[in-house]
């Protein structure tokens, strides 16, 4: 298995709940007040996070942005993007509870240690429903690691009962898992990691996610005048850098 709310965006964000945004007079979307601090409640559990497992800290921060990245190749809402965009950096924070030998463990997982793994997606929602900002969120980071087919976890739900926030998260961390450096594996090429996550369409994975990844990396090919098959992970990263901005700003 390689590593997913409204396919109708209609203007509603994920969950009908105002998310706070504001425009300012340019007319540009910004922060209100109370969603700064929600911001910087995020980066707390995230830096929670990266005192205990440095690889999840890259690999938040690269789901987020490839996340962010095909979002707005589906032409989601700005509203939608947002939630999608901090669903992406907390999705693994119930890593936390999982132990240090399992987590960081080089080999191959026995079944017992795949099972404590797995929790980790209930024990983020544990975490992350103790705040009320966070509301939206919660349903992306529970069904993170469902399947289109309905083979995932924790519930096993199929399709479009699993949120467009949570497929879209689904792709891009297999993504990112792919071409990242494991302790058991060197990475591989985004050019692989295409050919795997086209394989999984319509299995692991929602073919309108995957369609819409495709599409966002053949407008940055054609952005950049480089062909398809020379892009890297990096150039991705590049596009979507500003996802991470508030990061830089708020530590
Ligand atoms: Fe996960």
Avoid at 151 to 168: C, S, T, V
Wanted: glycine share 8%; with cysteine; aromatic share 4%.
């Amino acid at each position: 298995m390689y590593g997913d709310d409204a396919r109708d965006d209609g203007g509603a964000n994920c969950c009908g709940i105002d998310p706070k945004l504001e425009l300012d007079s340019n007319g540009k979307i910004s922060l209100a007040p109370d969603m700064d601090r929600r911001i910087e409640t995020l980066w707390s559990l995230i830096r929670a996070l990266e005192a205990r497992d440095p690889y999840t800290m890259k690999h938040s921060e690269n789901v987020t942005c490839y996340a962010v990245g095909i979002a707005r190749a589906m032409g989601l809402s700005e509203e939608n993007v947002d939630i999608i965009r901090q669903a992406g950096m907390v999705h693994d924070i119930g890593k936390i509870g999982v132990p240090d030998p399992i987590l960081q463990k080089a080999g191959l997982l026995t079944p017992l240690e795949q099972r404590a793994i797995r929790t980790h997606v209930l024990t983020g929602v544990q975490i992350l429903c103790e705040i009320q900002a966070l509301k939206c969120e919660l349903p992306l980071v529970r069904s993170h690691h469902e399947r289109w087919d309905g083979k995932g976890y924790p519930e096993g739900i199929a399709g479009d009962a699993i949120p467009l926030g949570a497929r879209i998260l689904a792709v891009v961390d297999t993504l990112d898992a792919i071409t990242s450096d494991r302790v058991y594996r060197k990475a591989r090429s985004l050019q692989k990691a295409l050919e795997i996550i086209a394989d999984e369409s319509g299995k692991q994975f929602d073919p309108v996610v995957v369609s819409a990844l495709n599409q966002w990396i053949s407008e940055i090919s054609t952005e950049r005048q480089v062909q398809t098959d020379a892009l890297t992970t990096e150039n991705l990263l590049e596009t979507t850098v500003e996802a991470l901005a508030i990061r830089v700003e708020s530590s």
